[in-house]
């Protein structure tokens, strides 16, 4: 049978990192042009997804299932839908950015390098599309090893450490995510994501409160650390500042948002009273984790380091627009998810790029850098602007809807977390002023090159993106709108009404009901006319 458009999104850049490894030669510039040939191919596939896909389509689509393994029933099978679709599009667009960022800054083992650039594209790509637990874990395993490569290979002085920590904390969750793919498999009999969640949603099997706890903490654990969420985020600095500037940019930008995914995907559609149970608590770590998170960032003499810290406090915005199970933050986190993968993507190559002059991430170094290049420090601004959610930017919807979101669920934590955005604030604009403001205190600093002709492009394509995704965020919200309403039916069955009252806020479609999606229409309706539904069908049952 001839593979579709999903197994070609996967395995093409593996085909292309199997043909660098076999052909002889150790030209650098003819290896970075066919890695970049590859990931821009790979992109441009990418984006067949969005007229195949349609904005409304409910479920899966461009499903391919293929019998894999017999005893026990593996299935080669994979799906695209609006929480996946923009995911696949954000790792094979920061792919060639990555490479491109690396051009000059990778000299040895270069071969290796873009071969590890691919195969993790390969492990990232796979983990989106997965619609099996064991297929899912598969890839989940695969993008482990090129990552941990690219840290502890080309990465800085204590690249070791950070690769090993990497490696363990990782590992660890996989365990715990693996324990409970068995438990279920052994309780289904199959691997099949969608089946398993029929069979769940039909109470076979029956999973008792204390069993259904475990195994959402088995998957949420493993995801939290991947997030990663307060307290399982001390492996990430360390990552982060030892990774060079593309293993910083795919690691910012798509692995972290691995975790959420996963929380999306799994947790709250498999085990949904446990998530109910849960929430509190989760919302609480997410708060913590928002506030530490920007305060820690806050007083980083580390440049790269405070960037990271700034991935905690933002991914924390992300788990809690989930764990709020309204659609608004549901969507504004799947929304903040890309934002984040932009806007934190160029922080990181824009800090690569000052190392490459300076050979420090220490920000006592640096200093009135805006007068010997003014044009990075332009960008640097904006891509400063847009992390901390300036409107008009991309950062600022995913926020926005977050919080409002989860204002109408919860606004004593929608008033916590609002912190996060005012510290982002104070972080981001005073590391700002120290490196680009002020006099020149070292004679280095004088002399040193503005951004390139090919540092111009990368940073003028990121800043069109981050503008794009501001100003036409619609674009973006009316293809997850549907999505995300699954996800909150599935979680919140039997419990929008108790007692003729609705239980928990009824989910509200942010795109209008225009858009052709029925369940969004019916999510945008006003809650006395959903009421009436249902008292008129219970009168018919009756």
């Not at 660890?172 to 994501?193: H, K, P, Q, R």
């Not at 085990?271 to 984790?289: E, K, N, Q, T």
């Amino acid at each position: 049978m001839p593979f579709g458009l999903l197994t070609v999104l996967i395995f093409f850049p593996a085909l292309g990192a199997l043909a660098l490894l076999l052909l002889r030669g150790d030209d650098h510039l003819w290896i970075r042009r066919f890695a970049l040939l590859i990931s821009v191919a790979e992109f441009a596939l990418s984006l067949l997804l969005l007229y195949k896909v349609p904005p409304d389509a409910k479920g899966y689509s461009l499903e391919e299932f293929y019998s894999w393994i017999h005893l026990p029933p593996i299935n080669y099978h994979v799906g695209v839908d609006g929480l996946s679709l923009f995911l696949v599009i954000l790792t094979t667009f920061l792919t060639p950015i990555s490479i491109l960022a690396s051009w000059s800054s990778i000299s040895h083992r270069v071969k290796e390098f873009f071969v590890m650039m691919l195969l993790l594209e390969v492990g990232v790509v796979g983990v989106f599309l997965s619609l099996d637990l064991f297929l899912f874990f598969l890839f989940w395993e695969v993008m482990l090893i090129p990552m941990a490569f690219l840290i502890g290979i080309w990465g800085h002085e204590r690249r070791i450490y950070a690769a090993v920590k990497f490696v363990i904390y990782t590992m660890a969750g996989s365990i715990f995510m693996l324990v409970g793919i068995l438990w279920l498999y052994n309780a289904s009999g199959t691997f099949d994501l969608p089946r398993i969640q029929e069979m769940l949603a039909a109470g076979t099997p029956a999973l008792e409160p204390r069993a259904e706890m475990l195994l959402f903490l088995a998957f949420f654990v493993a995801f939290a650390i991947k997030v990663p969420l307060f307290p399982f985020h001390t492996w990430l600095p360390d990552a982060h500042v030892e990774a060079p500037t593309a293993g910083s940019v795919m690691l910012a930008g798509v692995l972290l948002k691995m975790g959420t995914y996963g929380m999306m995907r799994f947790c709250l559609p498999l085990f949904p009273d446990s998530a109910h149970r849960a929430a509190p608590w989760i919302a609480l770590l997410a708060i913590i984790g928002i506030i530490y998170g920007a305060l820690v960032a806050l007083v980083q003499p580390n440049l790269k380091k405070l960037v990271a810290y700034s991935s905690v406090s933002h991914l924390g915005f992300v788990v809690l627009g989930i764990f709020a199970f309204h659609n608004i933050s549901m969507q504004g986190a799947v929304y903040q998810m890309l934002a984040h993968g932009i806007s934190t993507g160029a922080l990181f190559l824009l800090v690569g790029m000052l190392y490459d002059r300076k050979h420090t991430f220490e920000i006592a170094e640096y200093g009135g850098l805006g007068t010997p290049m003014p044009k990075l420090a332009a960008f640097f601004l904006f891509a400063a602007l847009s992390s901390l959610g300036l409107p008009i930017l991309n950062g600022f919807v995913g926020e926005y809807l977050i919080l409002l979101g989860t204002y109408i669920h919860h606004w004593q934590w929608a008033s916590w977390a609002a912190l996060g955005v005012i510290l982002s604030a104070c972080y981001l604009l005073w590391s700002y002023q120290r490196v680009f403001f002020g006099e020149i205190t070292q004679e280095k600093n004088k002399t040193l090159p503005d951004i390139s002709s090919r540092e111009r492009a990368i940073l003028i394509t990121m800043a069109v993106v981050t503008l794009w995704m501001g100003v036409g965020s619609s674009y973006i919200t009316r293809r997850t709108a549907q999505a995300s309403q699954t996800v909150i039916d599935e979680v919140n069955p039997q419990r929008l009404y108790q007692g003729g009252a609705p239980a928990v806020p009824l989910p509200l479609a942010v795109t209008p009901p225009s858009t052709g999606s029925a369940r969004s229409a019916n999510a945008a309706r006003s809650a006395p006319e959903r009421l009436k539904e249902i008292s008129m069908e219970r009168r018919v049952r009756r």
